[in-house]
């Protein structure tokens, strides 16, 4: 899988990346304003988030219906931008992955620890708790996929080189049977001996996936 995270930027015109797409497979997640385009265009589209809830009082949360609704079949939780910026704890990225797998949803769960962690040893430690967290609510789903986004490579232009990669997919896999995407300043020229490591699944895309012929070089590399 390769995905594309449009953060709250307005990424390319949906109708001309499903043309440039061709047969490619590919999900992009765009903002929420632009799912219903995407889906029309013929993307696989995922939101970015997703609530718990079906409905209720929660201001300014989606929930798995609305986006089922739309046309929208999956959604990342967790992205390390939630995590640091809007308070989302393990628990709450867990509720979030498990409604959205029970609704039948697809799932990208990120996880990712953060330079100070990688320095201070506790990388492991980091990634056991973010991925415990979602296993022991979601057990193991076809519909699961998890993202690892080492912090530090988010939008940095600094990649994990692909052994980092490979040694954290596996340790990854060794707590959750799941596929695994890699996410951290994913371009064109690095795409390809960061998928060619055994254990990375696909991919997770932030900025290059704003530009169309970037994603639909990575997409390529993907297939
Ligand atoms: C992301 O937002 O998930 C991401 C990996 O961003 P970037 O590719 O820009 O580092």
């Known amino acids: ?31 929420f304003t632009l799912l219903r385009d995407c889906v029309e265009a013929g993307l ?10 079906p409905e209720g009082a929660y201001t300014g949360e989606v929930s ?16 390390s931008e939630r995590r640091q910026y809007f308070g989302e704890t393990d ?13 039948g949803l697809g ?3 990120c996880v990712g ?18 991925v415990e967290s979602i296993g022991d609510l979601c057990g193991t789903h076809d519909n699961l996929v998890i993202a690892y986004e080492p912090v530090w490579a988010i939008g940095t232009g600094k990649t994990a080189t692909p052994e980092l990669a490979q040694e954290a997919h596996a340790f990854i896999k060794s ?26 699944d696909g991919a997770l895309v932030g900025g290059a996936s704003l530009d169309l012929d970037s994603f639909v070089a990575i997409c390529r590399a993907g297939s």
Request: charged letters at 20%; aromatic letters at 6%; glycine letters at 10%.
């Open 175 to 200: 707590l959750l049977a799941a596929p695994v995407l890699y996410g951290g300043s994913v371009k064109p020229d690095n795409a390809e001996e960061l998928l060619a490591q055994p254990d990375v």
């Open 64 to 79: 798995a219906p609305m986006l089922q609704d739309l046309g929208v079949t999956g959604a990342i939780v967790g992205h």
């Open 107 to 109: 799932v990208i769960a």
């Open 1 to 31: 899988m390769i995905a594309g995270n449009w953060k709250m930027f307005r990424g390319p015109e949906p109708s001309a990346l499903r043309g440039a797409l061709g047969d490619l497979p590919h999900v992009v997640a765009p903002p």
């Open 91 to 103: 628990l709450g990225v867990a509720r979030r992955a498990h409604a959205a797998l029970q609704a």
């Open 113 to 130: 620890e953060t330079w100070e962690q990688r320095e201070s040893g506790d990388t492991e430690t980091v990634l056991r708790v973010q």
């Open 44 to 53: 696989t589209t995922y939101a970015q988030n997703v609530h718990w809830e």
